[in-house]
């Protein structure tokens, strides 16, 4: 992004309309051309940032960031490693020989069986792996909290 | 200074449309809007201000303006156009409010309310219906909203004591500071962001370096989704509960989901529960 072409072309928009008053405003806006070419293009870059940030939210994975490359800025998709869960991997079915009867809603057993079948795993297997993973994954890099709670 | 009464009928609607100066407005249970427009550095400069009243059926419109003097009358002296607006009106009233840097204070309780600024400051006591409030730099607080809010600034803080309905808050570099909300969006570039108490509703939360603080209000349940780069994740209430069947006798559920890239997030337990 040409950040400084966007601030010349601004400054000149303001010398030209300056040039339109008397002396003394054709004066003052040449001097506030000189004068705000650093805050506009600070707020330019403050832009870029709330863009990135919007961008961001929309991801399911990867960031957006701005680099500052000389004057100018770029926004630049960073496609992190695999937020795949550090979790073990899963236990086959033929290692585990504990056994626990679970009572769940049944909305949520319709989840873990739609979710097991397209991991292609049996839902044990499923269950055991998912409940391997970490619940507050701490990844350096990239870091997520999730779960449920009660104030 | 000028002084100008009008009886009402209907309900209010009042406009004022100023540069710099200030605008202060109150309201009062009389049907009738009293303006008084001053200029405290020279008094020829309130003669400018056009003061109106359009009464129709069922509805009032008062309106304060300055007309428009151009971007060059900005840059020959904006102190000529530096006035004081002062007006009471009926409460329930709705206001339509532009200024470039003349701070506003309206106190008492208004119907929907559109305000406007570059870098005065707008600041709201009670808004009963819809908000919209946009500045550059200028700082935007709301003590209370009853409908859905909107406010967008480019670097001034917001602050918002209790919204009921959906409040979406977006700045720069603004820090941005809610109390009890019932579903909120808040992005900002670099600014902070703090809710002290989420009853209910989706809680979107997104900033690039800012921190985020949210309290959860007591009672309520929390799914909790938040993500950052290289900020810290911290949560004072335990996420480890299954989330249960919805249960008309606790309805109040928080979604929140939190997005920072440097900024540390904070998730902790919020005030005593406030029923919606």
Redesign the interface.
């Given at each position: 992004m040409q950040i400084s072409a966007v601030t010349a072309a601004l400054s000149a928009d303001l010398v030209a309309l300056g040039s339109l008053g008397d002396e003394a405003t054709a004066e003052v806006a040449q001097r506030l051309s000189i004068a705000m070419t650093a805050p506009i293009s600070a707020r330019l870059v403050e832009l870029l940032g709330q863009v990135a940030a919007e961008l961001d939210s929309t991801l399911t994975r990867g960031r957006v960031e701005v680099r500052l490359v000389g004057g100018d800025a770029e926004l630049v998709l960073v496609d992190d490693e695999d937020i795949e869960p550090v979790g073990e991997t899963p236990a086959a079915d033929s290692d585990a020989d504990a056994r626990i009867s679970l009572r769940l809603p049944s909305p949520l057993k319709v989840r873990i069986e739609a979710a097991a079948t397209s991991a292609g795993i049996s839902v044990n297997a499923y269950i055991v792996r998912a409940l391997q993973r970490p619940q507050h994954h701490q990844q350096p890099g990239h870091r997520r909290l999730t779960g449920y709670g009660r104030s | 200074m000028r002084s100008e009464v009008f009886e009402t009928s209907g309900e209010v609607r009042l406009q004022v449309s100023i540069k710099s100066g200030r605008v202060e407005l109150s309201t009062h249970d009389r049907p009738a809007v009293e303006v008084e427009v001053s200029a405290p550095s020279n008094p020829s400069y309130a003669d400018q201000i056009k003061i109106e009243h359009i009464a129709r059926t069922g509805r009032d419109d008062v309106r304060v303006t300055l007309p428009d003097v151009g971007?060059?009358g900005f840059?020959?002296g904006q102190h000529r156009h530096e006035v004081d607006v002062v007006v009471r009106l009926p409460r329930g009233s709705a206001l339509d409010l532009s200024t470039a840097s003349a701070p506003v204070e309206a106190a008492g309780r208004y119907g929907s309310v559109r305000a406007s600024s570059a870098s005065g400051d707008v600041h709201l006591e009670a808004v009963g219906g819809e908000l919209s409030a946009q500045t550059a730099s200028g700082a935007v607080s709301v003590e209370s909203v009853g409908g859905p809010a909107k406010i967008r600034t480019?670097?001034g803080d917001v602050s918002v004591g209790s919204a009921a309905a959906a409040l979406v808050v977006?700045t720069?570099?603004g820090q941005l500071q809610a109390g009890t909300v019932h579903g909120a969006q808040l992005?900002?570039?670099?600014g902070d962001q703090s809710v002290d108490n989420a009853v209910c509703g989706n809680l979107?939360l997104?900033?690039?370096?800012g921190d985020v603080r949210v309290?959860?209000?007591?009672?309520?349940?929390?799914?909790?989704?938040?993500?950052?780069?290289?900020?810290?994740?911290q949560?004072d209430?335990?996420?480890?509960?299954?989330?249960?069947?919805s249960n008309p006798a606790e309805p109040n559920q928080v979604d929140l989901?939190v997005?920072t890239?440097s900024g540390d997030?904070r998730?902790r337990?919020?005030a005593e529960l406030v029923t919606s």
């Amino acid at each position: 992004m040409q950040i400084s072409a966007v601030t010349a072309a601004l400054s000149a928009d303001l010398v030209a309309l300056g040039s339109l008053g008397d002396e003394a405003t054709a004066e003052v806006a040449q001097r506030l051309s000189i004068a705000m070419t650093a805050p506009i293009s600070a707020r330019l870059v403050e832009l870029l940032g709330q863009v990135a940030a919007e961008l961001d939210s929309t991801l399911t994975r990867g960031r957006v960031e701005v680099r500052l490359v000389g004057g100018d800025a770029e926004l630049v998709l960073v496609d992190d490693e695999d937020i795949e869960p550090v979790g073990e991997t899963p236990a086959a079915d033929s290692d585990a020989d504990a056994r626990i009867s679970l009572r769940l809603p049944s909305p949520l057993k319709v989840r873990i069986e739609a979710a097991a079948t397209s991991a292609g795993i049996s839902v044990n297997a499923y269950i055991v792996r998912a409940l391997q993973r970490p619940q507050h994954h701490q990844q350096p890099g990239h870091r997520r909290l999730t779960g449920y709670g009660r104030s | 200074m000028r002084s100008e009464v009008f009886e009402t009928s209907g309900e209010v609607r009042l406009q004022v449309s100023i540069k710099s100066g200030r605008v202060e407005l109150s309201t009062h249970d009389r049907p009738a809007v009293e303006v008084e427009v001053s200029a405290p550095s020279n008094p020829s400069y309130a003669d400018q201000i056009k003061i109106e009243h359009i009464a129709r059926t069922g509805r009032d419109d008062v309106r304060v303006t300055l007309p428009d003097v151009g971007a060059l009358g900005f840059l020959s002296g904006q102190h000529r156009h530096e006035v004081d607006v002062v007006v009471r009106l009926p409460r329930g009233s709705a206001l339509d409010l532009s200024t470039a840097s003349a701070p506003v204070e309206a106190a008492g309780r208004y119907g929907s309310v559109r305000a406007s600024s570059a870098s005065g400051d707008v600041h709201l006591e009670a808004v009963g219906g819809e908000l919209s409030a946009q500045t550059a730099s200028g700082a935007v607080s709301v003590e209370s909203v009853g409908g859905p809010a909107k406010i967008r600034t480019a670097a001034g803080d917001v602050s918002v004591g209790s919204a009921a309905a959906a409040l979406v808050v977006m700045t720069a570099s603004g820090q941005l500071q809610a109390g009890t909300v019932h579903g909120a969006q808040l992005r900002s570039a670099s600014g902070d962001q703090s809710v002290d108490n989420a009853v209910c509703g989706n809680l979107e939360l997104t900033t690039s370096s800012g921190d985020v603080r949210v309290g959860i209000a007591r009672g309520s349940g929390v799914h909790v989704d938040a993500t950052t780069v290289s900020g810290d994740l911290q949560s004072d209430i335990d996420l480890d509960g299954e989330p249960g069947e919805s249960n008309p006798a606790e309805p109040n559920q928080v979604d929140l989901k939190v997005r920072t890239v440097s900024g540390d997030v904070r998730i902790r337990r919020g005030a005593e529960l406030v029923t919606s």
